[in-house]
Protein backbone atom coordinates (compact mmCIF):
# COMPACT_ATOMS: atom_id res chain seq x y z
CA UNK A 1 0.00 0.00 0.00
CA UNK A 2 3.28 2.29 0.59
CA UNK A 3 4.55 1.99 -2.86
CA UNK A 4 1.03 2.70 -4.93
CA UNK A 5 0.62 6.15 -3.00
CA UNK A 6 3.84 6.65 -4.36
CA UNK A 7 2.41 6.79 -8.02
CA UNK A 8 2.30 9.82 -9.69
CA UNK A 9 2.06 11.64 -13.48
CA UNK A 10 2.74 15.22 -13.11
CA UNK A 11 3.60 18.17 -16.46
CA UNK A 12 4.62 21.16 -15.42
CA UNK A 13 4.75 23.74 -18.18
CA UNK A 14 4.45 21.61 -21.06
CA UNK A 15 3.83 23.04 -24.47
CA UNK A 16 3.65 20.99 -27.63
CA UNK A 17 4.36 22.21 -31.09
CA UNK A 18 2.91 19.83 -33.72
CA UNK A 19 5.22 20.58 -37.23
CA UNK A 20 2.87 20.93 -40.63
CA UNK A 21 5.46 19.09 -42.43
CA UNK A 22 3.70 18.53 -45.80
CA UNK A 23 2.29 22.24 -46.78
CA UNK A 24 0.04 22.29 -49.62
CA UNK A 25 -1.31 25.83 -48.82
CA UNK A 26 2.23 28.04 -48.81
CA UNK A 27 0.75 31.46 -50.08
CA UNK A 28 -2.49 31.51 -48.20
CA UNK A 29 -2.22 33.68 -44.70
CA UNK A 30 -3.04 30.91 -41.89
CA UNK A 31 -1.85 33.32 -39.33
CA UNK A 32 -4.99 36.50 -39.97
CA UNK A 33 -6.97 33.80 -40.11
CA UNK A 34 -6.70 32.45 -37.10
CA UNK A 35 -9.65 34.48 -35.05
CA UNK A 36 -12.22 32.78 -37.27
CA UNK A 37 -11.18 29.02 -36.14
CA UNK A 38 -13.91 27.89 -34.06
CA UNK A 39 -12.21 24.41 -33.75
CA UNK A 40 -8.75 23.58 -34.04
CA UNK A 41 -5.47 25.31 -32.27
CA UNK A 42 -3.78 28.23 -33.82
CA UNK A 43 -1.04 27.85 -36.36
CA UNK A 44 1.66 29.95 -35.99
CA UNK A 45 5.28 30.56 -37.52
CA UNK A 46 8.33 29.59 -35.37
CA UNK A 47 11.63 30.38 -37.13
CA UNK A 48 10.01 29.84 -40.83
CA UNK A 49 8.35 26.66 -40.06
CA UNK A 50 4.92 26.26 -39.58
CA UNK A 51 3.64 24.70 -36.28
CA UNK A 52 -0.23 23.85 -34.84
CA UNK A 53 0.05 24.93 -31.15
CA UNK A 54 -1.47 21.82 -29.65
CA UNK A 55 -0.59 22.78 -25.98
CA UNK A 56 0.42 26.14 -24.52
CA UNK A 57 1.97 26.11 -21.09
CA UNK A 58 0.27 22.72 -18.98
CA UNK A 59 0.66 21.61 -16.04
CA UNK A 60 -0.99 19.27 -13.80
CA UNK A 61 -0.43 17.30 -11.10
CA UNK A 62 -1.82 13.77 -10.58
CA UNK A 63 -1.02 11.83 -7.49
CA UNK A 64 -2.86 8.82 -6.08
CA UNK A 65 -6.33 8.56 -6.57
CA UNK A 66 -7.05 10.95 -9.00
CA UNK A 67 -9.95 10.16 -11.36
CA UNK A 68 -10.21 13.41 -13.91
CA UNK A 69 -12.02 13.52 -16.85
CA UNK A 70 -10.73 15.84 -19.77
CA UNK A 71 -13.47 17.81 -21.34
CA UNK A 72 -13.05 19.98 -24.68
CA UNK A 73 -14.36 20.33 -28.03
CA UNK A 74 -13.11 18.58 -31.12
CA UNK A 75 -9.81 19.62 -31.68
CA UNK A 76 -9.07 21.38 -28.31
CA UNK A 77 -6.20 19.62 -27.57
CA UNK A 78 -8.00 16.29 -25.64
CA UNK A 79 -5.85 13.22 -28.09
CA UNK A 80 -2.82 15.75 -27.81
CA UNK A 81 -2.46 16.29 -23.69
CA UNK A 82 -3.55 12.59 -23.42
CA UNK A 83 -0.72 11.55 -25.55
CA UNK A 84 1.87 13.94 -24.30
CA UNK A 85 0.28 12.31 -20.55
CA UNK A 86 1.34 8.74 -21.72
CA UNK A 87 4.53 9.78 -23.00
CA UNK A 88 3.63 9.34 -27.26
CA UNK A 89 4.58 12.67 -27.72
CA UNK A 90 7.58 14.19 -26.59
CA UNK A 91 6.83 17.95 -25.18
CA UNK A 92 8.42 21.15 -27.31
CA UNK A 93 9.04 22.58 -23.83
CA UNK A 94 8.44 21.53 -20.26
CA UNK A 95 8.38 18.35 -18.13
CA UNK A 96 6.92 15.48 -17.52
CA UNK A 97 7.91 12.95 -14.52
CA UNK A 98 5.85 9.85 -13.81
CA UNK A 99 5.99 7.02 -11.66
CA UNK A 100 4.01 3.86 -11.96
CA UNK A 101 3.05 1.59 -15.65
CA UNK A 102 1.03 3.16 -17.40
CA UNK A 103 -1.77 1.85 -20.07
CA UNK A 104 -2.85 4.02 -22.82
CA UNK A 105 -6.05 2.66 -24.50
CA UNK A 106 -6.82 4.68 -27.21
CA UNK A 107 -8.27 2.61 -29.81
CA UNK A 108 -9.95 -1.06 -29.42
CA UNK A 109 -7.77 -2.27 -32.86
CA UNK A 110 -4.70 -1.70 -32.68
CA UNK A 111 -2.07 -3.58 -34.43
CA UNK A 112 -4.98 -6.25 -35.75
CA UNK A 113 -4.07 -7.88 -38.79
CA UNK A 114 -6.61 -9.56 -41.04
CA UNK A 115 -4.59 -12.62 -41.75
CA UNK A 116 -3.53 -13.47 -37.83
CA UNK A 117 -5.85 -15.90 -35.85
CA UNK A 118 -7.71 -14.29 -32.84
CA UNK A 119 -4.76 -16.10 -30.71
CA UNK A 120 -1.74 -14.42 -32.95
CA UNK A 121 -3.65 -10.98 -32.44
CA UNK A 122 -4.21 -11.18 -28.78
CA UNK A 123 -0.57 -12.25 -28.23
CA UNK A 124 0.41 -9.27 -31.14
CA UNK A 125 -1.31 -6.80 -28.95
CA UNK A 126 -0.63 -7.79 -25.20
CA UNK A 127 3.20 -7.81 -27.22
CA UNK A 128 2.40 -4.31 -27.91
CA UNK A 129 1.42 -3.47 -24.08
CA UNK A 130 4.16 -4.77 -22.72
CA UNK A 131 3.01 -7.96 -21.26
CA UNK A 132 5.46 -11.08 -20.76
CA UNK A 133 4.67 -14.68 -22.20
CA UNK A 134 3.23 -16.38 -18.83
CA UNK A 135 0.86 -13.23 -18.61
CA UNK A 136 -0.43 -13.51 -21.99
CA UNK A 137 -1.66 -17.07 -21.74
CA UNK A 138 -3.48 -16.06 -19.10
CA UNK A 139 -5.07 -13.16 -21.25
CA UNK A 140 -5.46 -15.34 -23.81
CA UNK A 141 -7.56 -17.60 -21.59
CA UNK A 142 -9.85 -15.09 -20.30
CA UNK A 143 -9.78 -13.12 -23.62
CA UNK A 144 -11.73 -16.27 -25.27
CA UNK A 145 -13.82 -16.40 -22.56
CA UNK A 146 -14.57 -13.56 -22.48
CA UNK A 147 -15.30 -12.19 -25.97
CA UNK A 148 -17.58 -15.95 -26.34
CA UNK A 149 -15.53 -16.09 -29.44
CA UNK A 150 -15.23 -19.74 -28.57
CA UNK A 151 -13.63 -21.95 -32.03
CA UNK A 152 -13.42 -18.61 -33.75
CA UNK A 153 -9.82 -17.51 -31.87
CA UNK A 154 -8.24 -19.82 -34.07
CA UNK A 155 -9.26 -18.94 -37.03
CA UNK A 156 -7.94 -15.56 -39.07
CA UNK A 157 -9.99 -12.46 -38.17
CA UNK A 158 -10.67 -11.88 -41.45
CA UNK A 159 -13.74 -14.17 -40.89
CA UNK A 160 -14.82 -12.27 -38.65
CA UNK A 161 -17.68 -10.27 -38.27
CA UNK A 162 -16.94 -6.43 -37.49
CA UNK A 163 -18.60 -6.92 -34.32
CA UNK A 164 -16.80 -9.74 -33.62
CA UNK A 165 -13.58 -7.96 -33.95
CA UNK A 166 -14.96 -5.49 -31.37
CA UNK A 167 -15.56 -7.96 -29.16
CA UNK A 168 -12.20 -9.15 -29.34
CA UNK A 169 -10.29 -5.67 -28.90
CA UNK A 170 -12.00 -4.73 -26.32
CA UNK A 171 -11.49 -8.05 -24.51
CA UNK A 172 -8.17 -7.59 -25.10
CA UNK A 173 -7.68 -3.73 -24.20
CA UNK A 174 -9.83 -4.71 -21.48
CA UNK A 175 -7.27 -7.27 -19.93
CA UNK A 176 -4.48 -4.41 -18.89
CA UNK A 177 -3.78 -4.22 -15.16
CA UNK A 178 -2.17 -0.49 -15.30
CA UNK A 179 -1.20 1.92 -12.51
CA UNK A 180 -2.12 4.72 -13.97
CA UNK A 181 -5.07 4.23 -16.94
CA UNK A 182 -5.41 6.82 -19.85
CA UNK A 183 -8.53 6.44 -21.86
CA UNK A 184 -9.58 8.05 -25.23
CA UNK A 185 -13.19 7.44 -26.46
CA UNK A 186 -12.74 4.06 -26.62
CA UNK A 187 -16.05 2.92 -24.75
CA UNK A 188 -18.60 2.75 -27.24
CA UNK A 189 -19.28 -0.02 -29.51
CA UNK A 190 -20.61 -3.76 -29.47
CA UNK A 191 -24.25 -5.64 -29.55
CA UNK A 192 -26.12 -4.60 -26.44
CA UNK A 193 -25.73 -8.02 -24.87
CA UNK A 194 -21.97 -7.20 -25.07
CA UNK A 195 -21.91 -3.44 -24.39
CA UNK A 196 -23.40 -4.51 -20.98
CA UNK A 197 -20.86 -7.08 -20.16
CA UNK A 198 -18.22 -4.68 -21.41
CA UNK A 199 -19.24 -1.87 -19.26
CA UNK A 200 -19.41 -4.24 -16.03
CA UNK A 201 -15.94 -5.14 -17.27
CA UNK A 202 -14.21 -1.88 -17.94
CA UNK A 203 -15.94 -0.67 -14.38
CA UNK A 204 -13.62 -3.10 -12.82
CA UNK A 205 -10.90 -2.33 -14.96
CA UNK A 206 -11.43 1.52 -14.37
CA UNK A 207 -11.87 0.91 -10.81
CA UNK A 208 -8.50 -0.77 -10.50
CA UNK A 209 -6.73 2.17 -11.79
CA UNK A 210 -5.03 3.91 -9.44
CA UNK A 211 -4.63 7.14 -11.26
CA UNK A 212 -7.57 7.21 -14.21
CA UNK A 213 -7.59 10.20 -16.65
CA UNK A 214 -10.69 9.81 -19.30
CA UNK A 215 -11.66 11.55 -22.14
CA UNK A 216 -14.98 10.73 -23.09
CA UNK A 217 -18.09 12.57 -24.90
CA UNK A 218 -20.16 10.46 -22.61
CA UNK A 219 -20.84 12.36 -19.51
CA UNK A 220 -22.69 9.57 -17.57
CA UNK A 221 -19.39 7.14 -17.81
CA UNK A 222 -17.34 10.48 -16.69
CA UNK A 223 -20.11 11.14 -14.12
CA UNK A 224 -19.82 7.62 -12.51
CA UNK A 225 -15.57 7.36 -12.59
CA UNK A 226 -14.42 10.92 -12.40
CA UNK A 227 -14.22 13.05 -9.37
CA UNK A 228 -12.40 15.76 -10.95
CA UNK A 229 -12.61 17.27 -14.01
CA UNK A 230 -10.51 19.56 -16.68
CA UNK A 231 -11.38 21.49 -19.20
CA UNK A 232 -8.99 22.61 -21.87
CA UNK A 233 -9.87 25.27 -25.05
CA UNK A 234 -7.47 25.80 -27.83
CA UNK A 235 -4.63 23.63 -25.78
CA UNK A 236 -4.89 25.71 -22.87
CA UNK A 237 -6.70 24.72 -19.30
CA UNK A 238 -9.91 26.66 -19.15
CA UNK A 239 -10.99 25.38 -16.06
CA UNK A 240 -9.99 22.72 -12.98
CA UNK A 241 -11.79 21.48 -10.42
CA UNK A 242 -14.79 19.07 -9.04
CA UNK A 243 -16.43 17.04 -11.74
CA UNK A 244 -19.64 19.34 -11.52
CA UNK A 245 -18.47 23.14 -11.66
CA UNK A 246 -16.37 21.80 -14.42
CA UNK A 247 -19.11 19.99 -16.33
CA UNK A 248 -22.16 22.99 -15.33
CA UNK A 249 -19.60 25.63 -16.97
CA UNK A 250 -18.65 23.68 -20.43
CA UNK A 251 -22.22 22.59 -20.78
CA UNK A 252 -23.12 26.17 -20.58
CA UNK A 253 -20.88 27.46 -22.69
CA UNK A 254 -21.61 24.50 -25.36
CA UNK A 255 -25.00 25.89 -25.26
CA UNK B 1 25.08 32.14 -33.80
CA UNK B 2 28.42 30.06 -32.24
CA UNK B 3 26.86 30.29 -29.00
CA UNK B 4 23.92 28.23 -29.90
CA UNK B 5 25.85 25.74 -31.75
CA UNK B 6 27.88 25.04 -28.66
CA UNK B 7 24.57 25.12 -26.55
CA UNK B 8 23.14 22.43 -29.19
CA UNK B 9 26.48 19.94 -28.92
CA UNK B 10 26.72 20.04 -25.44
CA UNK B 11 23.10 19.27 -24.88
CA UNK B 12 23.50 16.71 -27.35
CA UNK B 13 26.44 15.02 -25.24
CA UNK B 14 24.38 15.32 -21.91
CA UNK B 15 20.69 14.75 -22.56
CA UNK B 16 20.27 13.72 -26.17
CA UNK B 17 22.50 10.63 -26.08
CA UNK B 18 21.27 9.51 -22.93
CA UNK B 19 17.79 9.42 -24.56
CA UNK B 20 19.04 7.82 -27.05
CA UNK B 21 20.61 5.35 -25.07
CA UNK B 22 17.91 4.70 -23.05
CA UNK B 23 15.48 4.18 -25.64
CA UNK B 24 17.70 1.57 -27.23
CA UNK B 25 18.07 -0.33 -23.89
CA UNK B 26 14.47 -0.05 -23.22
CA UNK B 27 13.42 -2.04 -26.17
CA UNK B 28 16.61 -4.52 -25.72
CA UNK B 29 14.72 -5.74 -22.74
CA UNK B 30 11.61 -6.28 -24.60
CA UNK B 31 13.62 -8.15 -27.22
CA UNK B 32 12.14 -11.15 -27.06
CA UNK B 33 8.32 -9.81 -27.87
CA UNK B 34 10.09 -7.96 -30.76
CA UNK B 35 11.62 -10.62 -32.61
CA UNK B 36 8.44 -12.48 -31.83
CA UNK B 37 6.60 -9.43 -33.75
CA UNK B 38 8.95 -9.65 -36.69
CA UNK B 39 8.71 -13.26 -37.05
CA UNK B 40 4.88 -13.50 -37.02
CA UNK B 41 5.08 -9.64 -39.36
CA UNK B 42 7.10 -12.23 -42.09
CA UNK B 43 4.66 -15.09 -41.91
CA UNK B 44 1.49 -13.30 -41.89
CA UNK B 45 1.59 -11.50 -45.76
CA UNK B 46 2.38 -15.60 -46.59
CA UNK B 47 -0.50 -16.99 -44.32
CA UNK B 48 -3.10 -17.56 -47.54
CA UNK B 49 -1.35 -19.21 -49.55
CA UNK B 50 -0.50 -22.70 -50.42
CA UNK B 51 3.38 -22.89 -50.10
CA UNK B 52 3.33 -20.39 -47.30
CA UNK B 53 7.12 -18.35 -46.22
CA UNK B 54 8.71 -21.07 -48.49
CA UNK B 55 7.61 -18.63 -51.48
CA UNK B 56 10.58 -16.35 -50.28
CA UNK B 57 13.11 -19.42 -51.06
CA UNK B 58 11.39 -19.98 -54.30
CA UNK B 59 11.25 -16.31 -54.90
CA UNK B 60 15.14 -16.08 -54.36
CA UNK B 61 16.09 -19.35 -56.02
CA UNK B 62 14.12 -18.59 -59.40
CA UNK B 63 16.36 -14.98 -59.21
CA UNK B 64 19.23 -16.64 -58.63
CA UNK B 65 19.40 -19.52 -61.09
CA UNK B 66 18.58 -17.02 -64.66
CA UNK B 67 21.08 -14.81 -63.67
CA UNK B 68 23.19 -17.50 -62.91
CA UNK B 69 22.95 -18.98 -65.78
CA UNK B 70 22.13 -16.20 -68.29
CA UNK B 71 25.02 -13.83 -66.91
CA UNK B 72 27.76 -16.35 -66.45
CA UNK B 73 30.96 -15.81 -68.17
CA UNK B 74 31.70 -19.32 -68.56
CA UNK B 75 35.55 -19.24 -69.74
CA UNK B 76 36.99 -16.24 -68.63
CA UNK B 77 36.73 -16.85 -64.83
CA UNK B 78 36.99 -20.70 -64.51
CA UNK B 79 38.29 -20.35 -60.86
CA UNK B 80 34.86 -18.71 -59.36
CA UNK B 81 32.19 -20.78 -59.36
CA UNK B 82 29.70 -18.52 -60.38
CA UNK B 83 26.79 -19.39 -59.67
CA UNK B 84 27.37 -19.94 -56.20
CA UNK B 85 28.83 -16.79 -55.90
CA UNK B 86 25.29 -14.74 -57.92
CA UNK B 87 23.65 -16.54 -55.21
CA UNK B 88 25.38 -15.23 -52.26
CA UNK B 89 25.97 -11.77 -53.81
CA UNK B 90 21.76 -11.58 -54.56
CA UNK B 91 21.12 -13.14 -50.54
CA UNK B 92 23.41 -10.60 -49.46
CA UNK B 93 22.20 -7.83 -51.33
CA UNK B 94 18.76 -8.13 -50.28
CA UNK B 95 19.29 -7.90 -47.13
CA UNK B 96 20.77 -4.71 -47.75
CA UNK B 97 18.06 -3.84 -49.56
CA UNK B 98 15.72 -4.58 -46.87
CA UNK B 99 17.84 -2.29 -44.17
CA UNK B 100 17.99 0.43 -47.10
CA UNK B 101 14.08 -0.28 -48.08
CA UNK B 102 12.43 -1.32 -45.20
CA UNK B 103 14.61 0.79 -43.06
CA UNK B 104 13.31 3.94 -44.35
CA UNK B 105 9.47 3.26 -44.10
CA UNK B 106 10.30 1.54 -40.45
CA UNK B 107 8.67 4.25 -38.60
CA UNK B 108 6.06 5.76 -41.07
CA UNK B 109 4.58 2.41 -41.81
CA UNK B 110 3.90 1.87 -37.58
CA UNK B 111 2.49 4.85 -37.32
CA UNK B 112 -0.65 3.52 -36.07
CA UNK B 113 0.84 2.11 -33.53
CA UNK B 114 3.43 4.90 -32.39
CA UNK B 115 0.74 7.14 -31.96
CA UNK B 116 -1.47 4.53 -30.04
CA UNK B 117 1.05 2.95 -27.49
CA UNK B 118 3.48 4.23 -25.38
CA UNK B 119 6.54 2.07 -26.56
CA UNK B 120 10.77 2.90 -27.34
CA UNK B 121 11.00 3.16 -31.03
CA UNK B 122 13.88 1.57 -31.56
CA UNK B 123 11.91 -1.85 -31.50
CA UNK B 124 10.85 -0.84 -34.80
CA UNK B 125 13.80 -1.14 -36.21
CA UNK B 126 14.93 -4.69 -34.35
CA UNK B 127 11.53 -5.69 -36.47
CA UNK B 128 13.37 -4.56 -39.60
CA UNK B 129 16.44 -6.20 -38.64
CA UNK B 130 14.32 -9.64 -37.64
CA UNK B 131 12.35 -9.72 -40.72
CA UNK B 132 15.80 -9.18 -42.80
CA UNK B 133 17.65 -12.26 -40.72
CA UNK B 134 14.34 -14.49 -41.30
CA UNK B 135 14.75 -13.76 -44.96
CA UNK B 136 18.27 -14.33 -44.99
CA UNK B 137 17.80 -18.08 -42.86
CA UNK B 138 14.71 -18.49 -45.80
CA UNK B 139 17.32 -18.06 -48.45
CA UNK B 140 20.23 -20.20 -46.95
CA UNK B 141 18.86 -23.74 -49.18
CA UNK B 142 19.52 -21.62 -52.03
CA UNK B 143 22.63 -21.00 -51.46
CA UNK B 144 23.46 -24.40 -50.41
CA UNK B 145 21.64 -26.17 -53.51
CA UNK B 146 24.25 -23.72 -55.71
CA UNK B 147 27.72 -24.65 -53.50
CA UNK B 148 26.73 -28.64 -54.30
CA UNK B 149 26.41 -27.89 -57.66
CA UNK B 150 29.08 -26.03 -58.12
CA UNK B 151 31.06 -27.94 -55.93
CA UNK B 152 32.67 -25.85 -53.87
CA UNK B 153 34.96 -27.08 -51.00
CA UNK B 154 34.70 -25.44 -47.47
CA UNK B 155 37.70 -24.79 -45.42
CA UNK B 156 38.92 -22.78 -42.35
CA UNK B 157 38.30 -19.84 -43.59
CA UNK B 158 34.38 -20.14 -44.09
CA UNK B 159 34.51 -19.56 -40.11
CA UNK B 160 35.23 -15.82 -40.95
CA UNK B 161 31.89 -15.20 -42.28
CA UNK B 162 30.74 -14.76 -38.72
CA UNK B 163 32.46 -11.52 -38.51
CA UNK B 164 31.91 -10.97 -41.51
CA UNK B 165 27.95 -10.47 -41.00
CA UNK B 166 28.20 -8.88 -37.23
CA UNK B 167 29.77 -6.31 -39.26
CA UNK B 168 27.14 -6.20 -41.71
CA UNK B 169 24.53 -6.11 -38.67
CA UNK B 170 25.64 -3.25 -37.30
CA UNK B 171 26.26 -1.58 -40.53
CA UNK B 172 22.23 -2.33 -40.95
CA UNK B 173 21.35 -1.40 -37.46
CA UNK B 174 23.23 1.91 -38.29
CA UNK B 175 21.81 2.65 -41.84
CA UNK B 176 18.39 1.89 -40.46
CA UNK B 177 18.18 4.12 -37.53
CA UNK B 178 19.33 6.83 -39.84
CA UNK B 179 16.84 6.10 -42.62
CA UNK B 180 14.08 5.67 -40.60
CA UNK B 181 14.11 8.68 -38.28
CA UNK B 182 15.48 11.12 -41.12
CA UNK B 183 12.60 9.40 -43.37
CA UNK B 184 9.52 10.29 -40.81
CA UNK B 185 10.58 13.79 -41.13
CA UNK B 186 11.28 14.03 -44.97
CA UNK B 187 9.08 11.63 -46.82
CA UNK B 188 10.78 11.94 -50.14
CA UNK B 189 14.18 9.77 -48.71
CA UNK B 190 11.57 6.49 -49.29
CA UNK B 191 11.00 7.06 -52.71
CA UNK B 192 14.71 8.35 -53.23
CA UNK B 193 15.87 4.84 -51.70
CA UNK B 194 13.48 2.87 -53.90
CA UNK B 195 14.62 4.62 -56.64
CA UNK B 196 18.15 3.75 -56.01
CA UNK B 197 18.04 0.41 -55.35
CA UNK B 198 17.90 -0.59 -58.75
CA UNK B 199 20.91 1.45 -59.32
CA UNK B 200 22.79 -0.01 -56.30
CA UNK B 201 22.00 -3.12 -57.55
CA UNK B 202 23.64 -2.48 -60.72
CA UNK B 203 27.25 -1.10 -59.71
CA UNK B 204 27.26 -3.67 -57.03
CA UNK B 205 29.23 -6.73 -57.91
CA UNK B 206 26.38 -9.11 -57.32
CA UNK B 207 26.39 -10.98 -60.68
CA UNK B 208 29.60 -9.47 -62.35
CA UNK B 209 33.29 -9.77 -61.26
CA UNK B 210 35.00 -7.40 -59.91
CA UNK B 211 38.23 -7.02 -62.93
CA UNK B 212 40.20 -4.61 -64.27
CA UNK B 213 39.45 -1.67 -65.80
CA UNK B 214 36.19 0.34 -65.04
CA UNK B 215 34.29 -2.74 -63.13
CA UNK B 216 37.42 -2.46 -61.04
CA UNK B 217 37.08 1.30 -59.77
CA UNK B 218 33.14 0.39 -59.25
CA UNK B 219 33.73 -2.26 -57.06
CA UNK B 220 36.36 -0.47 -55.02
CA UNK B 221 34.39 2.42 -54.54
CA UNK B 222 31.48 1.09 -53.33
CA UNK B 223 31.54 0.24 -49.69
CA UNK B 224 27.82 -2.93 -50.17
CA UNK B 225 30.98 -4.38 -52.11
CA UNK B 226 33.40 -4.48 -49.48
CA UNK B 227 30.65 -5.62 -47.05
CA UNK B 228 29.33 -8.59 -49.51
CA UNK B 229 33.42 -9.74 -50.12
CA UNK B 230 33.95 -9.94 -46.43
CA UNK B 231 31.57 -12.53 -46.52
CA UNK B 232 31.63 -14.10 -49.92
CA UNK B 233 34.86 -14.89 -50.21
CA UNK B 234 35.51 -16.97 -47.07
CA UNK B 235 32.02 -18.61 -47.52
CA UNK B 236 33.69 -19.78 -50.74
CA UNK B 237 36.44 -20.68 -49.63
CA UNK B 238 39.42 -17.33 -49.80
CA UNK B 239 40.54 -15.24 -47.57
CA UNK B 240 39.03 -11.70 -48.06
CA UNK B 241 41.95 -9.17 -48.45
CA UNK B 242 42.40 -6.95 -45.44
CA UNK B 243 41.79 -3.86 -47.04
CA UNK B 244 37.99 -4.76 -47.35
CA UNK B 245 37.67 -5.43 -43.31
CA UNK B 246 38.96 -2.08 -43.18
CA UNK B 247 36.61 -0.58 -45.13
CA UNK B 248 33.57 -2.77 -43.90
CA UNK B 249 35.15 -1.89 -40.32
CA UNK B 250 35.06 2.13 -41.16
CA UNK B 251 31.64 2.13 -42.67
CA UNK B 252 30.01 -0.16 -40.24
CA UNK B 253 31.46 2.31 -37.42
CA UNK B 254 30.37 5.51 -39.56
CA UNK B 255 26.79 4.02 -39.94
CA UNK B 256 26.27 3.08 -36.64
CA UNK B 257 27.31 6.65 -34.94
CA UNK B 258 25.70 8.65 -37.88
CA UNK B 259 22.71 6.64 -37.08
CA UNK B 260 22.75 6.65 -33.35
CA UNK B 261 23.41 10.54 -33.04
CA UNK B 262 20.26 11.32 -35.53
CA UNK B 263 18.49 8.95 -33.60
CA UNK B 264 19.34 10.63 -30.20
CA UNK B 265 19.08 14.20 -31.58
CA UNK B 266 15.34 13.63 -33.44
CA UNK B 267 13.83 11.07 -30.93
CA UNK B 268 11.55 13.25 -29.28
CA UNK B 269 10.12 14.55 -32.05
CA UNK B 270 9.30 11.71 -34.23
CA UNK B 271 5.71 11.08 -32.96
CA UNK B 272 5.28 14.64 -34.21
CA UNK B 273 5.90 14.15 -37.59
CA UNK B 274 3.62 11.08 -38.00
Given at each position: MKEDSNIYLTLKNICLNLPVVADISKNKPYIQNT????????????????????????????????????????????????????????????????????????????GLNMHGTGIENTRYACA??????????????????????????DLPIRTYSRGMKTRLGFSIITSVRPDILIIDEVLSAGDFAFSKKISKKMHEVLQRAKILVFASHSAELMKMFCEEALWISKGEIKLAGDFKTVWDAYKKQTE | MFNRLRKKIKNFFT??????????????????????????????????????????????????????????????????????????????FDIIRAFLGEGSSAFTKEANIILNVPNPFFIYIIKVMVKAIIHFTMCLPVIILAMIIDRVTINLYFLLIFPGMILLLIFGTGTCLFLATIATRYRDIRFVMQASMRFLFFVTPVFWIKSSGVREIIAEFNPIYHLLTIIREPAMGTMPSLHSYIVSMLISLFALIIGFSIFSIMRNRIAHWL
Open positions: EKITVGNTIEIIDNKKFVRALKNISVDFQFGTRIAILGANGSGKTSLLRVLSGIYKPSTGKRKVKGKISALFSSSILYGFDYKETDAIINNVRDFSELGDYM | IKIYDGWEDIRESLSLLKVTIWMGWIGTLLPFRDTKIGPYWITFICAIWVFSIGIIFNPNKAFEDVPFLTYVSIGIVL
